[in-house]
C-alpha cells in the first residue's frame, strides 16, 4: 500500500472483522467470546491483512480496538457515496427476507445500528420502541440459547450452500474476469 489514506482505510475495514463481531457477541450472543478466541480473531484477521499488502497494523488486540474506535469518531460523517454502498447493501439484505416481511424487516434494520453509523449513512433512526423491542427480543434469545443443550454438530456459514453459487463453486473461479489468471497464478506461488 503506497497512499497512507488508502491504507488506514483498509486498516479500519480489517478492523471490522475482529471488532464488530466481538461487540454483537456481547451484546447479543448467548456469550461473550474468550480472551483467547478475540485473540485469535485478531490474529487471523491481521494475517489476512498482511497477505493483502495492508501495511501498519496495530501490533495487539488492543492496540487495533483502539484504532478502530478512534477512526470511528475522526472520519464517520455523511456522504453521498456512504448512502449509496449502505443502500445497496440494505437492499441485498432485504432480497434474502420472505417478500411478506421485507417491509418490517426495512424497518428494523436500522434499529441495529448506533447513532454516528446512521448519520454518516445518511440513514435515519428506526422508531425508539421498535428498537427497544429488536434489542430486547435479541437479548431474550441469548438467554434462552445459554439454557439450551450445547450443539451436537457444528453449524458452519462455510457449509451452507450460497444463493449465487446454488452448484457450489472453486475458489480459483471467484474474482474479477480479467485478472483470474494473475490472482490465481499468485496463490500457486505462495
Known amino acids: ?50 497477505r ?23 472520519h464517520f460523517t455523511y456522504a453521498v457515496a456512504n448512502q449509496r454502498v449502505a443502500d445497496a447493501t440494505r437492499a441485498m439484505l432485504l432480497g434474502w427476507f420472505p417478500m411478506g416481511v421485507r417491509s418490517l424487516a426495512n424497518t428494523a434494520i ?6 454516528p453509523l446512521l448519520k454518516a449513512l445518511g440513514w435515519q433512526s428506526a422508531p425508539a420502541h421498535l428498537t427497544t423491542l429488536l434489542e430486547n427480543s ?9 439454557k439450551l443443550p450445547p450443539r451436537s454438530l457444528p453449524d458452519f456459514f462455510a457449509d451452507q450452500s450460497i444463493r449465487s453459487y446454488p452448484q457450489g463453486y472453486k475458489l480459483t473461479d471467484i474474482g474479477p474476469p480479467s485478472m483470474l489468471t494473475d490472482l490465481n497464478s499468485t496463490n500457486e506461488r505462495e
Open 1 to 50: 500500500m503506497s497512499d497512507t489514506n488508502e491504507n488506514s482505510d483498509y486498516l479500519y475495514v480489517l478492523s471490522t472483522f475482529i471488532y464488530e463481531p466481538v461487540r454483537w457477541c456481547d451484546r447479543f450472543g448467548w456469550r461473550s467470546l474468550s480472551t483467547l478466541e478475540k485473540q485469535a480473531m485478531y490474529h487471523f484477521w491481521v494475517a489476512v491483512g498482511q
Open 52 to 74: 493483502m499488502g495492508i501495511t501498519d497494523i496495530p501490533d495487539s488486540y488492543d492496540a487495533f480496538e483502539h484504532y478502530n474506535q478512534s477512526y470511528e469518531q475522526q
Open 110 to 115: 436500522p434499529a441495529l445500528l448506533d447513532e
Open 138 to 146: 435479541l437479548k431474550i434469545r441469548s438467554r434462552f440459547l445459554r
